[in-house]
């Protein structure tokens, strides 16, 4: 089955970095674009990046980039998200999703399948 699972959130200072991680698995992701979204209490899913299945082409939310870096590792099927210079606003949970073909779009209805997510807070 599908399995997309992310971890290495936590709390980290404003100004911080952390890094988090999706281990996928049950689908190709070779050649899939993979995807990062966030949502906040109280607020709606946002777009934060993706990276298309070859990794050469990235895509980032206007609130992070300059900030935020995706990567992946097809050999180890797992997609990365290096968060810097962190700021209280980027407090939320962050889902890392799986495109449905290998184009990239910023539209959540364009990603398939979703992890459970892991909770990143930015304290002031």
Known sequence: QVQLV????GLVQAGGS????????GFTFGSSCMGWFRQA??????????????????YYADSV???FTISRDNAK???YLQMNSLKPEDTAVYSCA?????SCYSGSPQYKYWGQGTQVTVSS
Do not use: D, M, Q
């Open 65 to 67: 980039k300059g900030r």
């Open 41 to 58: 209490p109280g607020k709606e899913r946002e777009f934060v990046a993706a990276i298309s299945w070859s990794g050469y082409n990235t």
């Open 18 to 25: 952390l890094r988090v991680s999706c281990a996928a698995s």
């Open 6 to 9: 992310e971890s290495g959130g």
């Open 77 to 79: 099927n797992t997609v």
């Open 98 to 102: 799986a495109g449905r073909t290998s």
